[in-house]
Nanobody, 121 residues
Framework: VQLQACGGGLVQDGGSLRLSCAASERTFSQHGAGWFRQRPGKEREFVAALSPSGESTYYADSVKGRFTISRDNAKSAMYLQMNDLKVDDTAVYYC???????????????WGQGTLVTVSS
């Protein structure tokens, strides 16, 4: 499965962005999937994840209440709605699928190329 993330950009503090992740195969619907990010000078970290059906969702404490993860299996796509963005959310955001461990771990088989989100003060 190939993943293509898009939707990043420059936004002011308090603004919103919606990231999208398009999968190349319909088998995407069979996989747990998630979003991760890598902030400048830091390691890649978990942001949000969801089960194959989308019924179960998981969030990092730092984004809970501000970000919403969702998926549309009919379109082989996943989304991350980011509201009330903060400067500290500035990062390259990656989508991933094919969970092989805890939803919050980095153990996913398939990774997108990343999309840059920059939040200015």
């Amino acid at each position: 499965v190939q993943l293509q993330a898009c939707g990043g950009g420059l936004v002011q503090d308090g603004g919103s962005l919606r990231l999208s992740c398009a999968a190349s195969e319909r088998t995407f619907s069979q996989h747990g999937a998630g979003w991760f990010r890598q902030r400048p000078g830091k390691e890649r970290e978990f942001v949000a994840a969801l089960s194959p059906s989308g019924e179960s969702t998981y969030y990092a404490d730092s984004v809970k209440g501000r970000f919403t993860i969702s998926r549309d299996n009919a379109k082989s796509a996943m989304y991350l709605q980011m509201n009330d963005l903060k400067v500290d959310d500035t990062a390259v955001y990656y989508c991933a699928a094919g969970r092989r461990g805890y939803y919050t771990s980095l153990k996913y088989i398939y990774w997108g190329q990343g999309t840059l989100v920059t939040v200015s003060s």
